[in-house]
C-alpha cells in the first residue's frame, strides 16, 4: 500500500516563505502525477499545482509566480516552494499522488492522498 507523509506547514507573516514536501512510500512501481491540493473552511478543495513524472508542471492561476513545485523522482517526493504568501493562502494543505504498485501479473493504479497540513498566514 502507497502512503503519502506530508510535513513542512506552520505559521508565516504576510509576504513570507514556506516550503512543504511529501513523502510516498510503499510498493511503487511509478508515480505518474504528484499533486497539490488546498482547501479553506468553507471552501472546496482546490488544485493548487502538479508536477508528472515526465517533468511537466503546472499551477492555479492565483499561484503562479510565486509557488514552485518540484519532483525529486529518485526519492518520490514532492515539494511546493511558496513564497510572498498571502492571507489568501491560508488553508490545509494536501499532497496526491497518481501511479502504479508493483503487481503481478500487471502493476496496479493508485491513487492516494496525504494527511494535511495546515498553512497559516495571519491578514
Known amino acids: 500500500q502507497v502512503q503519502l507523509v506530508e510535513s513542512g506547514g506552520g505559521l508565516v507573516v504576510a509576504g513570507g516563505s514556506l516550503e512543504l514536501s511529501c513523502a510516498a512510500s510503499g510498493n511503487i512501481h511509478s508515480i505518474v502525477a504528484m499533486r497539490w491540493y488546498r482547501q479553506s473552511p468553507g471552501q472546496q478543495r482546490e488544485l493548487v499545482a502538479a508536477a508528472t513524472s515526465g517533468g511537466s508542471t503546472s499551477y492555479a492561476d492565483s499561484v503562479k509566480g510565486r509557488f514552485t513545485i518540484s519532483r525529486d523522482n529518485a526519492a518520490n517526493t514532492v515539494y511546493l516552494q511558496m513564497s510572498s504568501l498571502e492571507p489568501e493562502d491560508t488553508a490545509v494543505y494536501y499532497c496526491?499522488?497518481?501511479?502504479?504498485?508493483?503487481?503481478?501479473?500487471?502493476?496496479?493504479?493508485?491513487?492516494?492522498w496525504g494527511q494535511g497540513t495546515l498553512v497559516t498566514v495571519p491578514s
Open positions: 496526491n499522488a497518481v501511479g502504479y504498485e508493483s503487481a503481478r501479473p500487471v502493476p496496479r493504479r493508485f491513487e492516494v
